[in-house]
């Protein structure tokens, strides 16, 4: 069978610095193939130069066998290779109807019947979003979907999905994985990015692992395992680093520094109440509605409470009612947000530029003028804690991976000095060597006396992290239990029933 599109020899580099070197890749019709690799392993570069988006700086593509140039995404479009960008690219001001037929449309359009059209189409595909809303008021999930969705209906033979389960529910995720295998069953060739391995092993055809710029195995999937597909990627085994089931002794309870009784926010929280301790990681859990990010985000003051019968919140056995952040964070109280591209960092900014913004947050007076030799000091300082892979400090954070962009929004957050930090969602979208590293940096963290929040969803990591666990369910904290005498099953029977 002829390759549907094949790179030989391909390379590219920034700045000198080369992102993927001397690839050699091949996609069929029809197949499923996973991608993947730590982060900064090459992943997304390579899938770049095969939507457009980069041109090669030496090898060659063919496409159906024969030599081919893509000078722009619309071109690789045009010869039937379309990109769902881990960032998505929709226009915020328009609808979902309206971004799905964008650079397809009639030359009369009425909208009532783009939006029927519209809504037609997405439940054929089972993907339960309104066409007539705006794009700038879906949440992240329900974004990925409708950029799935504008993919798929260009029609093309090779679609390239960059972390699409990322921000998914699971009912979500399921509707995809068939789209996925209906895809494959129309002859269209699917390629995802993926750090979720168990995702690879149970959708894919085949297997390609990155590190270091260069493929290091492609091989059929029936012949990876976990362990195997671990080792490729990071050059050694990880067994009893992540997620290794053994049973954790919890950390002595610290000084109550936190202290929330009866908190309330609408029908999202609802009377809630929750105490945590310095020198602990306290891990909070719950399923999708159920109102951990926002009771944690109301604590640091991204949200307000209830005016009247809000409830009460203690920090440091004092009464505090923040309305934004500032204040939260000159007290010690950082939010770090799950969602790192919209709210984490400023992505055309230097590192050097994102970390010195956190410690100018700190201070009294916001214009408060920083030399900028003390700022580089802080961002060297901070990269190398962290172990953030860049050229240097003056590396722009858009150039960076996504686990090193995960690191520096650790930076920007820690820099602040915090006394408790909340990380939400802290390993997503983040390769397996790189979750060991941040839950490394996390457990230090606690051992060196600082309150830990982390907010997450993936169980194991709630059972790997915490020293306390709070579940919460329909909008307030259920249970709560020591990590010793916590299972994932009843951890899951708080959080359903």
């Known amino acids: 069978m002829t390759p549907l599109v094949q790179l030989r020899g391909v390379s590219k580099d920034f700045r000198g610095v080369l992102a993927i070197s001397n690839v050699d890749f091949e996609i069929r019709p029809g197949e499923i193939h996973a991608i993947l690799g730590e982060n900064g392993a090459g992943k997304s570069t390579l899938m770049k130069v095969l939507a457009g988006v980069y041109q090669p700086s030496s090898g060659e593509m063919l496409l159906d066998g024969q030599p081919a140039t893509l000078n722009s995404p619309s071109d690789a479009l045009n010869r039937g290779i379309a990109m769902v960008f881990q960032e998505t690219n929709l226009v915020p001001s328009m609808s979902v109807a309206q971004n799905i037929y964008l650079g397809d449309e009639k030359l009369f359009n009425r909208l009532r019947g783009l939006n029927i059209q519209a809504q037609r189409y997405l439940l054929s595909l089972n993907f339960y979003v309104d066409p007539t809303a705006q794009v700038s008021f879906l949440g992240a999930g329900k974004k990925q979907l409708v950029e799935i969705a504008r993919a798929v209906h260009h029609n093309a033979r090779l679609i390239i999905f960059d972390e699409p389960t990322a921000t998914l529910t699971p009912e979500e995720k399921f509707h995809f994985f068939n789209l996925a295998r209906r895809l494959k069953e129309e002859g269209i060739a699917i390629i995802f990015i993926s750090h979720a391995l168990e995702e690879a092993l149970h959708l894919s055809d085949r297997i390609t692992v990155m590190r270091d710029a260069k493929v290091v195995v492609t091989d059929e999937t029936?012949?990876?395992?976990?362990?195997?597909?671990?080792?490729?990627?990071?050059?050694?085994?990880?067994?009893?680093?992540?997620?290794?089931?053994?049973?954790?002794?919890?950390?002595?309870?610290?000084?109550?520094?936190?202290?929330?009784?009866?908190?309330?926010?609408?029908?999202?929280?609802?009377?809630?109440?929750?105490?945590?301790?310095?020198?602990?990681?306290?891990?909070?859990?719950?399923?999708?509605?159920?109102?951990?990010?926002?009771?944690?985000?109301?604590?640091?003051?991204?949200?307000?409470?209830?005016?009247?019968?809000?409830?009460?919140?203690?920090?440091?056995?004092?009464?505090?009612?923040?309305?934004?952040?500032?204040?939260?964070?000159?007290?010690?109280?950082?939010?770090?947000?799950?969602?790192?591209?919209?709210?984490?960092?400023?992505?055309?900014?230097?590192?050097?530029?994102?970390?010195?913004?956190?410690?100018?947050?700190?201070?009294?007076?916001?214009?408060?003028?920083?030399?900028?030799?003390?700022?580089?000091?802080?961002?060297?300082?901070?990269?190398?804690?962290?172990?953030?892979?860049?050229?240097?400090a003056d590396a722009r954070v858009i150039e960076l991976s996504g686990g090193n962009q995960q690191k520096v929004v650790l930076a920007k957050a820690l820099v602040q000095k915090p006394k408790l930090v909340i990380l939400d969602e802290p390993t997503r979208g983040v390769d397996v060597g790189t979750i060991v590293e941040i839950h490394n940096f996390i457990n230090e963290l606690a051992d060196s006396g600082m309150a830990v929040v982390v907010i997450s969803s993936y169980l194991p990591e709630i059972m790997t992290l915490s020293d306390r666990i709070l579940v919460a369910r329909q909008g307030r904290i259920v249970e709560e239990m020591d990590v010793a005498e916590a299972t994932e099953s009843r951890i899951m029977y708080a959080a359903v029933h």
């Not at 520094?257 to 609408?266: A, C, D, K, R």
């Not at 109102?291 to 056995?317: C, N, P, S």
């Open 222 to 392: 029936s012949k990876f395992d976990r362990e195997r597909i671990v080792q490729a990627m990071v050059g050694r085994s990880l067994s009893g680093e992540l997620y290794s089931g053994q049973a954790r002794v919890a950390r002595p309870m610290g000084r109550k520094i936190l202290s929330v009784e009866n908190l309330s926010m609408g029908n999202t929280v609802r009377n809630t109440s929750f105490s945590v301790f310095a020198g602990q990681v306290t891990g909070l859990f719950g399923l999708v509605g159920a109102g951990r990010t926002e009771t944690m985000k109301i604590v640091a003051g991204v949200l307000k409470r209830d005016y009247f019968h809000g409830g009460t919140v203690r920090f440091e056995d004092r009464p505090v009612r923040y309305r934004t952040p500032r204040p939260a964070v000159r007290d010690g109280i950082v939010y770090v947000t799950e969602d790192r591209k919209i709210e984490g960092f400023f992505e055309t900014m230097t590192i050097a530029g994102n970390i010195q913004l956190g410690d100018l947050a700190n201070g009294d007076n916001p214009l408060t003028p920083v030399a900028p030799r003390q700022g580089r000091e802080l961002a060297v300082e901070w990269t190398k804690r962290l172990g953030v892979k860049a050229i240097d």
